[in-house]
């Protein structure tokens, strides 16, 4: 397994923009599937968006797709989520989550074996 820290995010307003970087560490990132998940104090915690070992595919819930991008560094570690257009029910602690076993589509935060440690993500009207 990897493990995983998080940066980025922070309070912002309407429309505007955030970054996520999720940074790992302790085995070989490339064959790692990273999702990245947000947890709200009404919800469970819902998948957001994922990309594949190599960056080859990506995969977007419906409620982010257009407004949310997904990129990977596999020289740094890193995947990092670009998020445009935010809206205040983007708000919420994301997490990014990683394993070798899964594809991108899957949204079950059980399959995944590591996780970050959560960022918040404050967007006011």
């Known amino acids: 397994q990897v493990e995983l820290v998080q940066s980025g995010g922070g309070s912002v307003q309407a429309g505007d923009s955030l970054r996520l970087t999720c940074t790992a560490s302790g085995d070989t990132f490339s064959k790692y599937t990273v999702t990245w998940f947000r947890q709200t104090p009404r919800k469970e915690r819902e998948y957001v968006a994922g990309i594949s070992w190599g960056g080859a595919r990506t995969n977007y819930d419906d409620s982010v797709k257009g407004r949310f991008s997904l990129s990977r560094d596999d020289v740094k570690n890193s995947v990092i989520l670009d998020m445009a257009s935010l809206k205040p029910e983007d708000s919420g602690v994301y997490y990014c989550?990683?394993?070798?076993?899964?594809?991108?589509?899957?949204?079950?935060?059980?399959?995944?074996?590591?996780w970050g440690q959560g960022t918040q993500v404050a967007v006011s009207s």
């Open positions: 989550a990683a394993d070798e076993r899964v594809s991108p589509t899957v949204s079950h935060d059980y399959a995944y074996g590591s």
